[in-house]
Nanobody, 123 residues
């Protein structure tokens, strides 16, 4: 599966953005998926993950209550709704396919990394 993230942009503090991750191929609906981000000068970090059925989700503490991960398997698309954005959310956001079964916060457990989309939150 190939992944392409989009929807990033410049937003003011407190604003919202919705990221999308379009997947090619017919197996998207069978994969658990995740969002990660990498801020300038920092390591990549976990943001959120969702099971193939959307029956379970997991979030980093830093985004819990502000971000929502979802998916539309009929459209082969993964989403990340980001509300109450803070300057600390500024980063390139990536979507990725989880290898194997189960949610994980560890980057090496994911593959098929898509091209990222830049989110900039201005204060």
């Amino acid at each position: 599966v190939q992944l392409q993230a989009c929807g990033g942009g410049l937003v003011h503090v407190g604003g919202s953005l919705r990221l999308s991750c379009a997947a090619s191929g017919q197996l998207f609906s069978s994969y658990d998926m995740g969002w990660f981000r990498q801020a300038p000068g920092k390591e990549r970090e976990f943001v959120a993950a969702i099971t193939w059925s959307a029956g379970s989700t997991r979030y980093a503490d830093s985004v819990k209550g502000r971000f929502t991960i979802s998916r539309d398997n009929a459209k082969n698309t993964l989403y990340l709704q980001m509300n109450s954005l803070e300057p600390e959310d500024t980063a390139v956001y990536y979507c990725a396919r989880k290898k194997g079964v189960g949610l994980s916060t560890v980057g090496r457990d994911y593959g098929n990394w898509g091209q990222g989309t830049l989110v900039t939150v201005s204060s």
